[in-house]
C-alpha cells in the first residue's frame, strides 16, 4: 500500500524522492494521501490538511476522490 501511495504521489518530499518529479509541489500535493482498501487492492484518496483548509484547483484532484494513476 504504501508503494502504491508513492507512486501516486508526483513529487518529492522529505524522504519521499521520485527522479521524475525531483521538487516539492506544494500547490497539488500539500495534501494527506491516504489508501483505501477493497477487493481489487488500494486505492489512493487525497484528504484535506487538519491544520489548512483547502482550495481546490483545475489542475488538482478533488479531495475525496481516487487519484489518477
Excluded: C
Excluded at 33 to 55: K, S
Amino acid at each position: 500500500m504504501m508503494t502504491r501511495a508513492a507512486q501516486a504521489r508526483k513529487e518529492s518530499r522529505g524522504v519521499h524522492f521520485r527522479l521524475d518529479y525531483p521538487t516539492v509541489d506544494d500547490t497539488h500535493w500539500r495534501r494527506h494521501l491516504t489508501i483505501r482498501v477493497d477487493r481489487n487492492g488500494g486505492q489512493p484518496v487525497l484528504q484535506p490538511l487538519l491544520d489548512q483548509p483547502h482550495v481546490a484547483t483545475a489542475q488538482s484532484p478533488a479531495v475525496g476522490q481516487p487519484v489518477p494513476t
